[in-house]
């Protein structure tokens, strides 16, 4: 079993900047790729980036290439999200997945965290 605890959610102005960590524990050992997912209200969960085991390896959603950078520190467990040029698009929950691969399928994850709030104003 591996549990995640994300934080660094809050409330920015557009054009600011967060970084969302994502603390895991448990079966930290295991060679999982990590992904970050976020969820608007009424809408879908869908893909935001993800990271390979060794961080080699990394992928992100045509709509924060080039503003959101994902990261991870093995040593720490922990794997970050650093999203700048904020706009209120970007308003939702964020979610952080542990995973096979860095595939962008909701479903080939196999756990998950509770989700910080990420809200962005005009």
């Known amino acids: 079993q591996m549990q995640l605890a994300e934080s660094g959610g809050g409330s920015v102005q557009a054009g600011g900047s967060l970084r969302l960590s994502c603390a895991a524990s448990?079966?930290?050992?295991?060679?999982?790729?990590m992904g970050w997912f976020r969820q608007a209200p009424g809408k879908e969960r869908e893909f935001v980036a993800a990271?390979?085991?060794?961080?080699?390896?990394?992928t992100y959603a045509d709509s924060v290439k080039g503003r959101f950078t994902i990261s991870r520190d093995n040593a720490k467990s922990t794997v970050y999200l650093q999203m700048n040029s904020l706009k209120p698009d970007d308003t939702a929950v964020y979610f952080c997945?542990?995973?096979?691969?860095?595939?962008?399928?909701?479903?080939?994850?196999?756990?998950w965290g509770p989700g910080t709030q990420v809200t962005v104003s005009l």
């Open positions: 448990g079966r930290t050992s295991s060679p999982y790729a």
């Open positions: 990271i390979s085991w060794r961080g080699r390896g990394t």
């Open positions: 997945a542990a995973g096979g691969s860095t595939t962008q399928l909701v479903r080939a994850y196999d756990y």
